[in-house]
């Protein structure tokens, strides 16, 4: 039984749920100390973003950096397991908000994962260099070892659907940008650009940087943790997942399977085949 007086457990009550990130009173809403009636009009959703994780407003070089990163990642089309997922569960009766959870839930480790992977492996290779070494030869090594240990993918490199990523250009391009006027320091573009030469001589083929590979690129350039990495992700995503449950939802049509019905699934079980005379007679008496 507690001995604590009344206004002691209403301190440890209060202590409960400690945050810095927003203080809410009635009449009041302040975001990182920022009153919200200031930022509406001012700050845009990246600045939003970026206050609501790191503490601090960033400088527009920065914001714009980063919602360069979020535009890209939006949509990748309805065969991307998360927007199909979305699609078919509006077509069987969920609201918006479930399909978006449903769509969510997937992106895990293997399907919206590649980018926080990379992000670490970029750091990996950031600390096997150190200051003045080979980055190449530092990738080679990492890269190397990740195959020993019997990983085959190198996440962000590559792609199953585009021979070159359209989006890794044009983000390259504005990270080299943002490291001219020195809103970035350019490690991790320099780290990226070893990885795709480390893999070249690897694999003796060019294998190029994808869109989770520069949207690493980004992140670690702006100093965001790998797991926040993933997370930035989704909330771009999510964007597309929401207009494509929303298209659905106008269509009106009413479960919708991975496939059209006249296209049939590949069965590799057994033959058809009869069931043993006497099996389930004895059952059937009882």
């Known amino acids: 039984m507690t001995t604590k007086a009344p206004e002691e457990l209403l301190a440890d009550a209060s202590a409960w749920w400690d945050t810095a990130i927003i203080d809410v009173h009635p009449g009041e809403i302040a975001i990182r100390g920022y009153p919200i009636e200031d930022l509406i009009g ?23 950096l980063l919602e360069a990163a979020l535009v890209t990642g939006v949509d990748h089309g309805p065969h991307a397991p998360s927007i199909a997922i979305a699609r078919m569960a509006v077509t069987c009766g969920l609201p918006v908000n479930g399909a978006m959870a449903s769509a969510i839930n997937v992106l895990d480790d293997i399907h919206g994962g590649a980018g926080q992977q990379c ?9 096997e260099a150190g200051p003045g070494a080979d980055l190449v030869q530092a990738a080679t090594r990492v890269i190397e070892r ?3 240990a019997g990983e085959k993918i190198v996440p962000g490199f590559g792609h199953r659907f585009h021979p ?9 391009d504005l990270v080299a940008k ?5 809103t970035v320091s350019g490690r991790h573009a320099r780290i990226g ?6 893999l070249e001589a690897l694999k ?12 690493a690129v980004i992140f670690c ?4 943790e790998p797991e926040l990495g993933r997370g930035l992700f989704i909330l771009s995503r999510a964007v597309g997942i929401l207009a494509h449950a929303w298209e659905q939802k106008q269509r009106g049509r009413r479960i919708m399977g991975p496939m059209p019905r006249e296209i049939p699934y590949r069965y590799s079980g057994p033959a058809r085949r009869a069931v043993p005379p006497g099996f389930g007679t004895t059952r059937a008496r009882e």
């Open 146 to 148: 990740h195959r020993e």
């Open 178 to 182: 943002a490291e001219a006027v020195g």
């Open 164 to 172: 070159v990523d359209p989006r890794t250009a044009p983000l390259l």
């Open 42 to 64: 001012r700050a845009r959703f990246p600045d939003m973003i970026w206050l609501m994780l790191r503490g601090e407003l960033p400088s527009a070089a920065q914001a714009d």
């Open 193 to 198: 650009r070893a990885v795709e030469l480390a």
């Open 204 to 215: 003796k083929r060019h294998i190029p940087m994808n869109i989770d590979g520069i949207t």
């Open 119 to 127: 992000m670490e492996l970029y750091r990996e290779i950031d600390a």
């Open 221 to 224: 350039e702006l100093g965001f």
